[in-house]
């Protein structure tokens, strides 16, 4: 798959390696590499639209007039809606809030910061996460690699936030795949010799709740990512689901 994969032996050895690993004559440098926490290691660098296209038996061949289809429709059906000319008139601006109102697009987010993602990983593990899974993954995407570009059929992008405080606090940025690969995986593999472009670094599970205690003590929880109530319901789930799995050890 042209991936490498990290196998740590705990949460402490994951954050000596994440950092001597991917800076080993320096200090970390923020942007150099993107990341983006799973739940689960099986779970596919997918978004929205690619699961929405497999779950919907799509072919792979119109994969890409399908996805552009989706946002022209999006766009005819915001014709009457108050939108500033620069977002109306800017097609990534609408895919961006396409995406932040749900519509299902190529976009994947990943976060400049390694304690984002391992947050997200942690807390999709405690909210979704299948029990038969034994490590979380915290991907790993070199951003000065070549092949993250338009013309090779994936490059990352800036989106517009439109006031989301969510985007802000993860520190984000996104890949945006424009071919026919299922997944950010799937365009890797398809490029002889790119192992480097991506890494995976798995963490077992067992490891969750010191992780997520360091993480808190970092300041990353729902209530700050996911300012207002949304954040605080998802924070106080995640705590009970922490506290039930403490007293059932």
């Known amino acids: 798959m042209n991936v490498t994969t990290v196998e740590c032996e705990s949460w ?13 004559a320096s200090s970390f440098q923020k942007g150099r590499f993107l990341f983006r926490g799973q739940g689960g290691e099986s779970w596919k660098l997918a978004s929205t639209f690619d699961r929405w ?9 119109y994969k890409v007039t399908v996805a552009n289809s989706i946002l022209e429709g999006f766009i005819r059906e915001c014709e009457q809606e108050d939108l500033p000319p620069n977002v109306r008139n800017d097609r990534m601006m609408m895919l961006s809030l396409g995406q932040h109102h749900g519509l299902p697009t190529r976009l994947l987010d990943w976060s400049e910061s390694p304690y984002v993602a391992a947050f997200f990983a942690f807390s999709g593990h405690i909210r979704h996460g299948n029990r038969t899974e034994s490590n979380v993954a915290i991907w790993v995407l070199d951003s000065t690699h070549y092949i993250w570009n338009d013309d090779s ?9 439109f006031g989301n405080e969510r985007i802000r606090n993860q520190h984000g940025k996104f890949t945006y795949l424009q071919n026919h690969a299922r997944s950010i995986e799937d365009y890797v593999a398809q490029r002889e010799g790119n192992e480097s ?9 067992d490891e969750t709740g010191s992780a997520m205690a360091d993480l808190d003590a970092m300041g990353l929880s729902h209530s700050r990512i996911y300012p207002g109530l949304a954040g605080n319901a ?6 009970a689901i922490l506290a039930m799995r403490a007293e059932n050890r």
């Open 197 to 205: 472009a991506l890494r995976k670094y798995l963490v077992p599970v």
């Open 53 to 61: 296209y497999a779950d919907n038996e799509g072919l792979p061949a």
């Open 12 to 24: 402490a050895d994951f954050k000596i390696r994440i950092i001597s690993d991917l800076f080993p």
């Open 153 to 161: 059929g994936c490059s990352i992008v800036n989106v517009p936030s």
């Open 234 to 239: 998802k924070s106080s789930e995640v705590r």
